[in-house]
């Protein structure tokens, strides 16, 4: 189920998507709203109650998955995030994961929009599956663990938490 109409001004400013799970990554993409705020910025979770927190108009719910849905399930995700994708058709995508945020990446990177995968700072010991896979698609991909980033991987500018 998706809510909100994308609008295209002449502000100069950029749509940007900002787009998670729920939960812990939800929490963590809203901790790096601020260095966004001059821009106009949409929001996507798989949480249809999120929409109470952004601006009106601005919120777009998909529907979640993993590696353990359906492959039919899995396909309503991509067409959902597609559709949605089409709708505000963002300069920029930034995503703290997981696969809601995987195929926002893989479409945005399909239609040459900027991307901006940041694994999930729960992923202490190793890159996180989605984030090992959007890395193909992620023109900036920053892990929250020094000791994960790697020269032609993922970046370490410190932890959003």
């Known amino acids: 189920m998706m809510r909100g109409t994308a609008t295209t001004g002449n502000t100069g400013k950029k749509r940007i998507l900002l787009i998670s799970s729920c939960g812990g990554h939800w929490v963590q993409m809203n901790r790096i709203v601020p260095a966004f705020q001059n821009h106009d910025l949409y929001f996507s979770s798989t949480d249809f109650d ?5 601006p009106e108009g601005r919120f ?9 849905s359906n492959p039919f399930h899995i396909v309503h995700l991509a067409l959902a995030v597609l559709r949605m994708m089409l709708q505000i058709r963002p300069h920029v995508v930034v995503t703290t994961g997981a696969a809601p945020g995987f195929f926002a990446l893989f479409i945005g990177k399909l239609l040459r929009k900027k991307t901006i995968w940041i694994d999930s700072i729960a992923n202490v010991n190793e890159l996180s599956m989605s984030g090992r896979k959007a890395a193909w698609f992620a023109d900036l991909y920053i892990t929250q663990w020094p000791h994960l980033a790697q020269e032609n991987g993922p970046h370490y500018y410190g932890s959003v938490v």
């Open 50 to 54: 999120y929409m109470s927190l952004v």
């Open 60 to 68: 777009y719910c998909v529907p979640d998955g993993s590696r353990n």
